[in-house]
T-cell receptor, first 113, second 110 residues
Framework: DVKVTQSSRYLVKRTGEKVFLECVQDMDHENMFWYRQDPGLGLRLIYFSYDVKMKEKGDIPEGYSVSREKKERFSLILESASTNQTSMYLC????????????FGPGTRLTVL | KQEVTQIPAALSVPEGENLVLNCSFTDSAIYNLQWFRQDPGKGLTSLLLIQSSQREQTSGRLNASLDKSSGRSTLYIAASQPGDSATYLCAVGNDYKLSFGAGTTVTVRA
């Protein structure tokens, strides 16, 4: 079974802090994704990566950056957290092709005070 | 930009009734369509994946159809159970990306 894990289930940070969200997959998947989920807005793609050190902006990249130094690990970075970044953050991975299933992690509920 | 709509937003049915969940999308040039289930506070679980060349997929009590030309997909859940209570999300694949609907929250009453 594919396993996607996220470093924290719940996280509370202060405005202006630098925040790191980590995601690890154990199935040698090429593609990895970061989404945020908000009530009434659904899931929105922040960034994705189709290879090590490669990244592409999604629909809402502002205020975020990402890092993929190893194939299995994809990090989302909030350089200076703001209250409007309070959200559920979901990581996903897929094998190699755009037709493949995306597998999701359990999510990180981030609260920025 | 792909827009995905799910109607209704919420549904409550008695146990045993069949469920019909609808998804529509604006751009028919899709690679695939996925249905996911999400329990409160949890991540997404993939239920069914339909490739653009397929018309339907089945898994147990679940059946999903795809009509690309009209921009619609329907998820059928037969003989619903209280354990089917969850939010069901439809997602359309274009290139590497998925565009999600807002979901239908289902409550199955015992």
């Amino acid at each position: 079974d594919v396993k996607v894990t996220q470093s924290s289930r719940y996280l509370v940070k202060r405005t202006g802090e630098k925040v790191f969200l980590e995601c690890v997959q154990d199935m040698d998947h090429e593609n990895m994704f970061w989404y945020r989920q908000d009530p009434g807005l659904g899931l929105r793609l922040i960034y994705f990566s189709y290879d090590v050190k490669m990244k592409e902006k999604g629909d809402i990249p502002e205020g975020y950056s990402v890092s993929r130094e190893k194939k299995e690990r994809f990090s989302l970075i909030l350089e200076s957290a703001s209250t409007n970044q309070t959200s559920m953050y979901l990581c996903a991975s897929s094998l190699s092709d755009s037709t493949d299933t995306q597998y999701f992690g359990p999510g990180t509920r981030l609260t920025v005070l | 930009k792909q827009e995905v709509t799910q109607i209704p937003a919420a549904l409550s049915v008695p146990e045993g009734e069949n469920l019909v969940l609808n998804c529509s999308f604006t751009d028919s040039a899709i690679y695939n369509l996925q249905w996911f289930r999400q329990d409160p506070g949890k991540g997404l679980t993939s239920l069914l994946l339909i490739q653009s060349s397929q018309r339907e997929q089945t898994s147990g009590r679940l059946n999903a159809s795809l009509d690309k030309s009209s921009g619609r997909s329907t998820l059928y859940i037969a003989a619903s159970q209280p354990g089917d209570s969850a939010t069901y999300l439809c997602a359309v694949g274009n290139d590497y990306k998925l565009s999600f609907g807002a979901g239908t929250t289902v409550t199955v009453r015992a």
